[in-house]
């Protein structure tokens, strides 16, 4: 389960900061995760160190929220806090987050997922707000990005571009 719920996380950091490369030098050069603990019997709380490098302006992306489904199910839950990244910095950031598998989702399924390692039927749905030191700010959705997309570095650094992009906008 931890397993699981930790590539979920990485691949929620990695799809919401790994596209901002693109952006006028910012670029994420780690992410891991720090620690890992229950919360309640379906629930997991993480903490993620993410690396970044920004020249830009200050920029915070919050209100990461969003829904895994599996197929036409919903599967689990997750939302992250704040990520607030300061102008002309390297450094790492943590960013606190929360999952919890849904109602209807047994420990059983969890464990046959991740021992199948098969997330081809799986999609996330989600929200975030992307805001820079100027005051301009976004609230962003994608819906059905494709699980094994977002496991591609060169898609997840995609729909990070659009967060930048649109909020420059």
């Given at each position: ?73 919903e599967?689990a ?75 591609d ?17």
């Amino acid at each position: 389960m931890k397993r699981l719920l930790n590539i979920l996380l990485v691949i929620l950091t990695v799809s919401c900061a790994n596209g901002c490369s693109g952006a006028k030098g910012f670029k994420v050069t780690s992410c891991s995760v720090a620690s890992v603990s229950p919360n309640g019997l379906k629930g997991v709380k993480a903490v993620l160190n993410v690396g970044v490098v920004n020249p830009m302006t200050n920029l915070t992306i919050s209100d990461i929220k969003g829904t895994i489904m599996k197929g036409t199910e919903e599967f689990a839950t997750f939302e992250a806090g704040k990520m607030v990244v300061p102008k002309k910095s390297a450094g790492v950031y943590p960013l606190d987050c929360l999952g919890a598998i849904s109602k209807g989702v047994s420990i059983g399924d969890l464990l046959s997922l991740a021992l199948s390692k098969n997330f081809s039927d799986m999609t996330i749905n989600m929200s975030m707000k992307a805001r820079l030191r100027c005051g301009l700010r976004k609230t962003i959705r994608f819906k059905n990005i494709k699980v094994t997309d977002l496991m591609d570095p060169e898609v997840a650094a995609a729909y990070t571009d659009l967060i930048i992009n649109v909020t420059m906008i």
